[in-house]
């Protein structure tokens, strides 16, 4: 029997990484919001490494907080570590990454979640949606419950016909063995979505007290004091260390000996798994002439003894693993607490979604996260945040939001996705974006926090802030352009002691700023500030001056880029009408809809032929039009 639950604005099923950040994205644009998820204990769970942020994902991340969402915050509140990757690199892939307490994580998000005003959760399993003429109008729970609202956030991560594997076993399983769903897989088929068959996995988890860490190598956290939210002011001081080891031959021949058990290589894996994150089998079979592989022991929380062996994922049976283990040192003693295994899951083709993550298929139904086939929680979040603004937008009868690949690394994902689809779990890297000097750790508020502003999502007082960061930027820019600096016996001498070449005429303070070898603090020295400005500000600076060059080159890419994406394709074309499309190209785009010529441009398959083409029709089309009139 079923009953009327409810009637809402948004519905967000799940409430993992996208389905917590698209519940809150919509209850704060004012949207009346129900977030239905399996277990309520398992909010925000991390089933894979307790960690957030790394090359490109830590930028999302910042990214994220500079739209209002809640990630970020909820990190800096909750780490054992935290580190800033790749210092000795420039600015464009730095990326901040934090070891998580995954329990404290968990329970933080919860509390945010539960003390959000318009924001209802609820424990349930959603079976099947309402669907009238092709529009997404609400939810049917197991207990039958009836859930109706405006619009619909699918965000249910790897538990869609979730089964785990496990050497020679296999079994029906959302991940950390959790009840999967399997109706509503089914149900997205019947209503005609085309789903894949992804896999991942985990590694195990092994007793603290049984590690000799005398063995391996400290990685401690950094001294300086760093957070990922722009909002965060209180810093975590007792900080856990990670360690390093590493697998050898004896681990290897191990591994080789026991392929055959390997899931992986026997045939009962039939999902794709990530490229980016393979198994240790994977790894000792694709690159077998490597001596031994990383191997980072990381706790899971202050409160547990649970290490998670990073690098070590696999499906092996647990016997194997357990001898495995032991091969490594520090570990030779270790007691296994949990072991790793393989879970396979389905997932939507995301050539099915608009770039607002609308599905083409269904009006008003929005899906976000692992069921678009990515993988980590920083995408799914990145994913979640943008798919619970366009819900929340579109149920308030507001234009919705979509970023562009120049405006967001969560663009550049985005629009892979649903452009190019993936043929595996997809996973951000910086080489995906092509404006990466653009899209830095460093310069996510001054990307995005006028568009959180805007949408309603950024607090005025968090604004003012930012507005006077931003004025104390250009300031100080304006002041080293107008300092010219002579070659006094000062300025000479800390060139010199800088190793750099000696002046002959006066320089701008600025121009001196761009050698490679000066910085902002020794020119500090030569042109002090009258004001004390914010370490973050002063980076700024120095950033914006030292890449001036490269800077203006990729914001003139993203002029022509524009150019290209205001070119709009009309939704009614007729791609068959077209004469002189390649029959690839055409089945492309009547498959993927692209809503500009920029999009088009970027489908595999559409070459700049095709684009040109394509440009001509258009350009006739909007002619014979205006002669028309």
């Known amino acids: 029997m079923s009953?009327?639950?409810?009637?809402?604005?948004?519905?967000?099923?799940?409430?993992?990484?996208?389905?917590?950040?698209?519940g809150l994205a919509a209850a704060r644009l004012g949207a009346k919001t129900v977030m239905i998820t399996i277990n309520l204990d398992m909010i925000a769970f991390m089933p894979c490494n307790p960690s957030v942020g790394g090359p490109a994902k830590g930028i999302v991340v910042r990214e994220i907080d500079a739209l209002g969402g809640e990630m970020g915050r909820n990190i800096d509140k909750t780490y054992i570590q935290m580190r800033m990757l790749n210092t000795g690199k420039g600015p464009a892939v730095r990326a901040l990454r934090a070891q998580a307490d995954k329990f404290a994580y968990q329970n933080e998000m919860k509390k945010t979640i539960e003390n959000q005003?318009?924001?209802?959760?609820?424990?349930?399993?959603?079976?099947?949606?309402i669907v009238e003429d092709e529009v997404c109008k609400g939810v049917i729970t197991k207990t039958g419950a009836v859930y109706r609202?405006?619009?619909?956030?699918?965000?249910?991560?790897?538990?869609?016909?979730?089964?785990?594997?496990?050497?020679?076993?296999?079994?029906?399983?959302?991940p950390n063995n959790q009840q999967p769903s399997i109706k509503l897989s089914d149900h997205l088929e019947e209503l005609g979505f085309d789903l894949v068959r992804f896999k991942t996995g985990t590694p195990p988890r092994v007793n603290s007290q049984t590690i000799d860490y005398s063995k391996t190598e400290i990685q401690p956290g950094d001294e300086t004091p760093r957070a990922f939210s722009y909002e965060t002011t209180k810093f975590i001081t007792d900080q856990l260390p990670c360690w390093l080891t590493y697998t050898n031959e004896t681990t290897h021949q191990l591994i080789d000996q026991n392929l055959h058990r390997s899931p992986m290589y026997s045939g009962m894996i039939k999902g794709t798994g990530p490229r980016y994150c393979p198994s240790i089998e994977d790894k000792v079979v694709r690159f077998n002439d490597k001596p031994r592989h990383q191997i980072f022991l990381e706790p899971e929380g202050r409160n547990t003894q649970e290490v998670y062996v990073q690098g070590l994922s696999t499906s092996l049976p647990e016997d194997v693993q357990q001898?495995?283990?032991?091969?490594?040192?520090?570990?030779?003693?270790?007691?296994?607490?949990?072991?790793?295994?393989?879970?396979?899951?389905?997932?939507?083709?995301?050539?099915?979604?608009?770039p607002t993550l609308e599905t083409k298929k269904i009006k008003n139904l929005y899906t976000a996260g692992q069921i678009n086939g990515t993988s980590g929680y920083e995408e799914a979040a990145g994913q979640g945040i943008m798919a619970g603004i366009n819900a929340g937008l579109r149920s308030l009868d507001r234009p919705e939001l979509i970023l562009s690949r120049s405006d967001a690394y969560i663009g550049v994902l985005i629009d892979d996705l649903v452009t190019k689809g993936t043929n595996e779990p997809y996973r951000l890297l910086t080489s995906r974006a092509e404006y990466r000097l653009l899209l830095r750790h460093d310069n996510a508020d001054l990307r995005l926090t006028e568009i959180g502003h805007k949408i309603g999502l950024i607090s005025e007082?968090?604004?003012?802030?930012?507005s006077a960061k931003k004025d104390q930027i250009e300031a100080d820019k304006k002041r080293l352009y107008s300092i010219v600096l002579k070659p006094s016996e000062e300025v000479q001498s800390l060139i010199r002691s800088i190793g750099g070449s000696e002046l002959k005429d006066g320089i701008r303070a600025s121009d001196l700023l761009k050698r490679p070898e000066m910085n902002y603090e020794l020119l500090e020295k030569l042109v002090p500030n009258e004001i004390d400005l914010d370490n973050e500000i002063k980076e700024q600076v120095e950033i914006q001056i030292k890449?001036?060059?490269?800077?203006?080159?990729?914001?003139?890419?993203?002029?022509?880029?524009?150019?290209?994406?205001?070119k709009k394709i009309p939704e009614n074309i007729d791609y068959d009408a077209i004469t002189g499309l390649a029959t690839e190209a055409r089945q492309k785009l009547k498959q993927i809809k692209p809503l500009s010529i920029a999009q088009a441009s970027r489908i595999s398959g559409v070459n700049p032929a095709d684009v040109s083409i394509l440009l001509v029709y258009l350009e006739q089309g909007r002619i014979a039009r205006v002669s028309n009139e």
């Open 547 to 566: 890449y001036e060059g490269y800077i203006e080159k990729s914001l003139q890419q993203v002029d022509r880029l524009k150019k290209m994406e205001s």
């Open 117 to 129: 005003p318009n924001l209802t959760l609820v424990q349930g399993m959603v079976e099947r949606l």
């Open 461 to 466: 007082e968090r604004f003012g802030r930012y």
């Open 323 to 354: 001898q495995i283990l032991k091969t490594i040192p520090g570990l030779e003693n270790v007691q296994m607490m949990r072991s790793g295994y393989a879970i396979e899951y389905d997932a939507v083709v995301p050539t099915q979604l608009w």
């Open 149 to 174: 609202a405006k619009t619909v956030v699918i965000t249910t991560g790897t538990y869609l016909r979730g089964e785990v594997i496990l050497g020679e076993l296999k079994y029906s399983s959302g």
């Open 3 to 22: 009953y009327e639950a409810g009637n809402y604005d948004v519905i967000v099923i799940g409430a993992g990484h996208a389905g917590s950040e698209a």
